[in-house]
């Protein structure tokens, strides 16, 4: 692997796919690096984020890159349905391997320090199985995210709980905690929050939801069909 690099772009979700695809098209001669933490490509998107029954709050149709359509013969999904977590992962991967990068982006790769060196940058990484090393870039993008590092909060008496306690980043490695769970405490009102309280209950637990009275408060739920089911919702941005 080169240790000098024109642009590295650290996270390969949603966001990093594009900006490395774009830039590419822009300046194929440079040398382009994608890096991403996890084991595979997708983000929030990603095969160690996915659960069963976890649906994004998209409609088919509206989820994209636009250059390669969510194809309803080959993914599944049908108009007026969300779309599955698995699908959303699979499109994503497919779309790397469509644009020839996606055998080139380092899995299980942390950016753990960056420094300014010269006009560029000094990046030190760490492989889960060739360890620490370090490498040079002329430009960076940080395409992490707002959902890569988990707000974990730190209650008085934790350590005498007996129970599960986690983040719902990794609902999908203790999800089968819904088979067995009768009472579940879930803090928060963003859409993870609602997913993993919805499984739970869709379970059969008895869920209590914990919102702060300070901060954002919950995010606004809504129907996907507006105007008597005649409307979209995020189309009533097209309206006058």
């Known amino acids: 692997m080169a240790e000098d690099w024109d642009l590295v772009v650290v996270g390969a979700g949603w966001f990093g796919l594009a900006a490395a695809k774009v830039y590419h098209e822009l300046h194929p001669e440079e040398c382009l690096l994608v890096t ?24 088919y149709g509206t989820y ?3 250059d390669m359509p969510m194809n309803e013969a080959i993914y599944g999904v049908k108009f007026g349905e969300h779309i599955p977590g698995g699908v959303l992962h699979q499109y994503l991967t497919d779309w790397a391997k469509k644009h020839n990068f996606f055998d080139l982006i380092p899995f299980n790769t942390r950016v753990v320090e960056l420094e300014p060196v010269g006009q560029g940058w000094k990046l030190k990484l760490d492989n889960s199985q060739k360890g620490e090393y370090s ?4 430009k960076i993008i940080l395409a992490t995210g707002l959902t890569s590092t988990p707000n974990f909060p ?15 980043k990794v609902f999908c490695r203790l999800g089968d905690t819904a088979n067995t769970a009768k009472t579940v405490t879930v803090v928060g009102a963003a859409k993870s929050a609602y997913d993993v309280a919805w ?3 869709n379970a059969g637990a008895t869920v209590d939801l914990v919102i702060r009275p300070t901060g954002n408060g919950p995010v606004w739920v809504a129907p996907p069909w507006v105007m008597g089911g005649t409307k979209r919702l995020e189309k009533l941005l097209h309206l006058r």
């Open 199 to 201: 499984a739970y209950v």
């Open 36 to 59: 991403e933490a996890e084991n595979s490509c997708g983000g929030t998107w990603g095969a160690g984020r996915i659960y069963p029954g976890l649906k994004s709050n998209n409609l």
């Open 154 to 168: 730190q209650y008085k008496g934790l350590e005498q709980f007996r129970g599960p306690f986690f983040h719902a």
């Open 135 to 138: 490498l040079t870039t002329k």
């Open 64 to 66: 994209e890159y636009p």
